[in-house]
């Protein structure tokens, strides 16, 4: 879930980087500083070169990983509950197994074959914390199913 919202708080930055890069304000607010040398001068003829397209895959990703986070946190809530390590190894499981394939696919097919992957694991994650919630919830009024070992 850090690195999630580490993210967000960079693609954030990002997307205020390039609005005052596109807009001229960059040029407004570096007016009065120090002049700048020749490879901080080129950085923002690299950020002007961007589109907003460029920016939208870490907007996709930062939304579908907030989801399986947590679908991850609903498992390992099912694993205190029930007294069950499975759901905790598979809550690990599919974390680790998610991030390696990640950076494969992105080594290999690019950014868009793998946003859709993760579009695909937060559809799975969906479904997964449905079905943890219903796990939890016992009958229409909503009351919680007895769990674990009963403290006197």
Known sequence: MFECIIIAILVFFSLISYILATSGALDI???NTTPLSTEQAAEPDTLLNLSPLDILPGFIECMMVLIVHIAFTFLILLSVLRV????LMAAIGWHA?????VVVLAQTLGIWPTEAF????????VF???????ATVDGEDGSSI???AVVP
């Open 29 to 31: 607010l570096l007016m």
């Open 84 to 87: 069950r390590k499975i759901f």
């Open 97 to 101: 197994g998610l991030n390696a394939v």
């Open 118 to 125: 993760i579009v695909v694991n937060a559809l799975a994650g």
């Open 128 to 134: 997964v914390i449905r079905a943890a919630w219903k």
């Open 146 to 148: 007895p769990t674990g």
